[in-house]
């Protein structure tokens, strides 16, 4: 009877987590390659870099991390665009990420925050975007695959109902979310002209090896390979539109692999449905904001140019 009262009180736990994702709007699962970070200058490829303007989710808000410098927006200034700030010494830095966004709100308003385009101008030269998560509905798809976890926990019950039409509708979601981002770089190279502009890709939040840890993430054995190619897929559909709209991509996927959330806490990056360091369900801690601080450090030191 105990261990039944500690298994309910487990599930509630992971259901609490669930609800919290799925509310925060979440953000996206995870990215393409698999190159590691090398070391890197002082420079950082950006000469004199006057005027940095950071748009995104709550993969780049950090909710949760201290210190919180945003309550409505869920913003930490250790966030990675805090950190990349610091390091390139910019005269000017805006973060305007904020948790739940979605491409809309680079033109509407959300809460107390104003359309985040509108932190940008003709003097911007530097601007990291990472959106798109909430575009597929990140939040909602992990609420699901852990609903329907208890059905069939050695099989893929959440790939079976995303495949229920004989098409993934997950890939769909993706492949009509393209063009949204599309028209976010060109609003962006709109307002900011002489920018460079970076995509910031998602990190690894699952097993790159496709193997599972539940019931410590709730998901089908067969689901974690499945949800790990599909964050592949939206990592690579923003890599080739970053590719056709002048923009530069950056991997946060590579230098995180092996420290997902089904690690242990010492050595995870990306906090599980129940977080034991201070972030979101199914978000960076500070370490993986701090790894893909590290990923746009090493992008910015490549130059201009190159995919």
């Known amino acids: 009877m105990q261990r039944d009262a500690r298994r309910r009180a487990g599930a509630g736990r992971r259901r609490k987590g669930v609800a919290f994702l799925a509310s925060l709007g979440g953000c996206a699962l995870v990215a393409a390659s698999a190159t590691p970070v090398a070391a890197h200058g002082g420079g950082h490829g950006t000469g004199a870099t006057r005027a940095y303007v950071a748009l995104g989710d709550s993969y780049t808000s950090g ?22 700030s610091g390091r390139i010494r910019t005269a000017a830095f805006k973060d305007v990420s904020c948790s739940g966004a979605t491409t809309e709100n680079m033109w509407k308003p959300q809460g107390t925050a104003g359309p985040q385009l509108d932190a940008l101008s003709r003097n911007t030269d530097l601007v990291t975007v990472q959106i798109g998560g909430n575009d597929i509905g990140f939040g909602s798809i992990i609420g699901t695959c852990a609903g329907l976890y208890a059905q069939d926990p050695s099989g893929n019950p959440c790939q079976r109902h995303y495949n229920a039409s004989g098409v993934d509708q997950l890939a769909v979601t993706i492949a009509r979310t393209a063009p949204k981002i599309a028209q976010v770089l060109r609003a962006v190279h709109d307002r900011a002209p002489r920018a460079r502009v970076l995509v910031v890709g998602y990190p690894d ?52 692999v092996g ?3 089904c690690k242990s806490p010492e050595v995870r990056w990306i906090e599980p449905l129940r977080p034991a360091s201070p972030a979101a369900p199914a978000h960076p801690n500070a370490k993986g904001e701090a790894a893909m601080a590290e990923a746009v450090l090493h992008r910015l030191d490549r130059g201009r140019g190159g995919h």
């Open 205 to 256: 939040l699952l097993p790159d090896d496709g193997s599972g840890c539940a019931p410590q993430v709730p998901f089908g054995t067969g689901d974690f390979p499945y949800l790990r190619d599909t964050g592949k897929r939206l990592n690579l559909m923003l890599r080739l539109v970053a590719l056709v709209n002048r923009a530069e991509y950056v991997d946060t996927y590579g230098p995180t």
């Open 63 to 84: 909710p949760f991390i201290p210190q919180q410098v945003d309550a409505n927006c869920a913003r930490s200034d250790h966030n990675y665009p805090s950190l990349v």
């Open 259 to 261: 420290h997902d959330m």
